[in-house]
Structures are given as C-alpha cells and as structure tokens.
C-alpha cells in the first residue's frame, strides 16, 4: 500500500529573526503516471544542505524548541545574515539535497514501473524524510547489489569531481587546483584524476591530511599550514601547469594565493618582464563556503585572471544531456569505487535535531560527515 503521510525535516525563517528545523508529518502526493515513490534509508548532511538547514544562523544558538515541534530546534539570525533571508520569511523549506532509497510504488508509466524495488539514488529537495514521490527520470539506478546507503551520495559530491574535471575540459585548462582536498569530495577526485591521467594539485589544512591523500597517490599536496606554503604550491602548479582552482573555502585569501601562486609558476621561465603580468589566464571559481567571512583579493597576479562561482545545478543544466548522461553512469558504474563516501555518523530523522549532534555536523570539518537514515527510529 502505497504511503500518503511521510515525516520530513522542515526549516523556516521567521519575523524574529529566528530560523526553526523541525520534523513534521505532511501529505505525501500519489505518484503521477512518471513518477516513483523512494522510501528514503540513507541521505547526507553535505555542507550545502546547513544554509537550507539553519540559514547562516550563529550555530551557538542553538536550542531545542517544544512549542514548534515535538522535535524542533531554533537558532538565531544575525541582522547581516537575516537581511539575505527576507525571502525566505514563513517558507516551510523541506531539506536533504540527495539520498538513497528503494522504490516502492510506481506510476503506470512503463519508465515507472521498471523501477519497482530498485535501488536508486535521488536529488532534487526534501530528501529528509521517510519517503519521497519524485519523477522516475531523476532517479539513478545503482547496479544490483548496491545498498541504499552507497546510493546516499551518489549525485553531490561525484558529480561536483567529474564537473570540475569536465569544465577543466571545456574551458582549456590542462589541469588543476582543489582546496579541502581531504574531503569525501576531494578524495574522489584525486581518483579520477589519477585514473584519468589529470595533474592535480591538492591543498590540505593538516599533516594527518597531507599524508591521507599521500596514500591515495596525490603527487603534489600543498598544507596551508606549513611555513613553505606558498613556495611549495607554486613548485606544485609549475610542474604540473595547473591554471584551473576549485575553492571549497569561499571566504579569506586562499583563492587570491591560488592565484598569485599561478602568475608565480607562469614566470618562472618568462623571457622577459611585463607590468601586467603573464598572458597566461588563471581562474579560480568558489564552490563551497566553509569560512563565512569575505573573499579576498589581493591583486599581485597580473591581468589574466578571473574568479567567479560554480554551482553543480548550474553546471548540470548547462551542459548537453549526452554529456550529463555520461557523467551519471560512471558515477552508477564505480559508485563502491570511485565514488565510495564515508561517514562519521549515522542519526535518525530526530537525532539530526539533538543540539549535541548539529553542533559536530556543523562544523563542516573536512573528512566528518553525517548520514540520516530516516528508517531509524
């Protein structure tokens, strides 16, 4: 019998510059003709799922709040913060960008009905929750053996590596630069990479981190922390030509080093001098905002550079269906492999509210990640 409630996280801003997360039961629509009914077993809490979560609240205000929910927490907007979140005033914004379930009701669409009892991986919203009606095309079926929890990530973080590496592509670059490069996301891509033969520069915070992806065989790991930083990211792009940066940081100097490190490397076998700088085009885009604070630019890197912003949603409705196709089956093709994500914790539905456990999830540390499995009780 085909479910028509589903218990499902929902956040939403208020006049008082509050934000509240709560579970609440809402009405779980029957399934068109196209569309599948996922019962959900496993879904991340990636970095981009918080600014739906809490908003950019001061996560030290944390609290548990009865009088929204039986399972409600509620935080605090600073006036900076809540001017951005005007818009979202009195939305019940569902969460969970992604996750992964089994199928368990079907339109009568022959797409449909192919999917009964699959194992699938979803994107698209509301992904927190115990079961999700979506169309039976944003479904990616995983190969049989797979379980709901290695289809949990299947779209966010691999897309996001074979996206970078096919922008490199598309804009001519010969390689790259990647800050949190210890990440789940930022392993995949050195495997890709490797496996590609791609030159790949990793830029790490730690020791412990350096030598993790030592391990998966990074030939040229950068760590912020070390007095010869800078000397040893522009050893790094001189060997390897890399004039493409990804940075998951957002906020501080990181992506002006990044490129000062790249006007470095493309001197250091210029012929002659030039006030503007090298011709060769450096571009840093920001992804990620794991520091909140600006971006800072420090323009000692010529004339040829650019930064900008990069959205995976974005990148996916840009580039040809084929081309969209062909990333999504290599992720279904090495999902336990490549693609492969590790997780700090799991927690049910309401565990995702206990103040304790927001404030570790919270944190965006690089190599922590949480898992909700909303079978959980």
């Given at each position: 019998?085909?479910?028509?409630?589903?218990?499902?996280?929902?956040?939403?801003?208020?006049?008082?510059?509050?934000?509240?997360?709560?579970?609440?039961?809402?009405?779980?629509?029957?399934?068109?003709?196209?569309?599948?009914?996922?019962?959900?077993e496993?879904?991340?809490?990636?970095?981009?799922?918080?600014?739906?979560?809490?908003?950019?609240?001061?996560?030290?205000?944390v609290?548990?709040?009865?009088?929204?929910?039986?399972?409600?927490?509620?935080?605090?907007?600073?006036?900076?913060?809540?001017?951005?979140?005007?818009?979202?005033?009195?939305?019940?914004?569902?969460?969970?960008?992604?996750?992964?379930?089994?199928?368990?009701?079907?339109?009568?669409?022959d797409?449909?009905?192919?999917?009964?009892?699959?194992?699938?991986?979803?994107?698209?919203?509301?992904?927190?929750?115990?079961?999700?009606?979506?169309?039976?095309?944003?479904?990616?079926?995983?190969?049989?053996?797979?379980?709901?929890?290695?289809?949990?990530?299947?779209?966010?973080?691999?897309?996001?590596?074979?996206g970078?590496?096919?922008?490199?592509?598309?804009?001519?670059?010969?390689?790259?630069?990647?800050?949190?490069?210890?990440?789940?996301?930022?392993?995949?891509?050195?495997?890709?990479?490797?496996?590609?033969?791609?030159?790949?520069?990793?830029?790490?915070?730690?020791?412990?981190?350096?030598?993790?992806?030592?391990?998966?065989?990074?030939?040229?790991?950068?760590?912020?922390?070390?007095?010869?930083?800078?000397?040893?990211?522009?050893?790094?792009?001189?060997?390897?030509?890399?004039?493409?940066?990804?940075d998951a940081?957002?906020?501080?100097?990181?992506?002006?080093?990044?490129?000062?490190?790249?006007?470095?490397?493309?001197?250091?076998?210029?012929?002659?001098?030039?006030?503007?700088?090298?011709t060769?085009?450096k571009?840093?885009?920001?992804?990620?905002?794991?520091?909140?604070?600006?971006?800072?630019?420090?323009?000692?890197?010529?004339?040829?550079?650019?930064?900008?912003?990069?959205?995976?949603?974005?990148?996916?409705?840009?580039?040809?269906?084929?081309?969209?196709?062909?990333?999504?089956?290599?992720?279904?093709?090495?999902?336990?492999?490549?693609?492969?994500?590790?997780?700090?914790?799991?927690?049910?539905?309401?565990?995702?509210?206990?103040?304790?456990?927001?404030?570790?999830?919270?944190?965006r540390?690089?190599?922590?990640?949480?898992?909700?499995?909303?079978?959980?009780?």
């Amino acid at each position: 019998m085909t479910p028509t409630q589903t218990l499902q996280l929902h956040s939403t801003v208020h006049e008082d510059s509050t934000v509240t997360l709560a579970l609440v039961e809402v009405d779980l629509p029957a399934p068109g003709a196209d569309d599948v009914v996922v019962r959900m077993e496993a879904a991340p809490i990636n970095p981009s799922d918080l600014g739906v979560m809490f908003a950019r609240a001061d996560m030290s205000t944390v609290v548990s709040d009865a009088s929204v929910a039986t399972h409600a927490v509620r935080a605090t907007l600073s006036p900076e913060v809540m001017q951005g979140a005007t818009g979202r005033i009195g939305l019940a914004i569902p969460a969970g960008n992604e996750g992964g379930g089994v199928v368990v009701a079907a339109g009568t669409s022959d797409a449909a009905q192919a999917l009964l009892g699959k194992v699938v991986g979803i994107r698209g919203g509301a992904m927190y929750a115990q079961y999700r009606c979506i169309a039976a095309q944003d479904c990616l079926v995983l190969p049989e053996g797979t379980a709901p929890v290695d289809a949990a990530s299947c779209f966010v973080n691999p897309l996001t590596a074979l996206g970078m590496v096919e922008t490199m592509r598309m804009e001519g670059h010969t390689g790259l630069v990647h800050t949190a490069a210890a990440s789940n996301l930022g392993q995949m891509l050195q495997k890709i990479c490797t496996a590609d033969g791609i030159p790949l520069v990793n830029i790490v915070r730690k020791p412990e981190q350096a030598d993790l992806m030592r391990g998966l065989g990074a030939a040229h790991v950068c760590d912020t922390s070390q007095p010869a930083f800078m000397e040893d990211l522009t050893t790094a792009l001189a060997e390897t030509g890399a004039t493409l940066g990804f940075d998951a940081t957002g906020g501080g100097a990181l992506t002006s080093h990044i490129l000062a490190a790249m006007e470095s490397a493309a001197n250091r076998d210029a012929k002659t001098f030039s006030r503007y700088g090298s011709t060769v085009h450096k571009q840093v885009y920001v992804y990620g905002s794991l520091e909140d604070g600006p971006t800072l630019l420090h323009r000692t890197y010529g004339m040829s550079w650019g930064v900008g912003g990069w959205l995976l949603t974005n990148f996916l409705r840009d580039i040809p269906p084929a081309t969209a196709d062909r990333l999504k089956n290599r992720v279904a093709t090495e999902i336990k492999t490549t693609f492969a994500s590790h997780y700090t914790k799991v927690v049910s539905l309401s565990g995702a509210l206990n103040p304790d456990e927001i404030a570790q999830y919270s944190k965006r540390a690089t190599g922590q990640k949480y898992l909700i499995d909303p079978t959980r009780a």
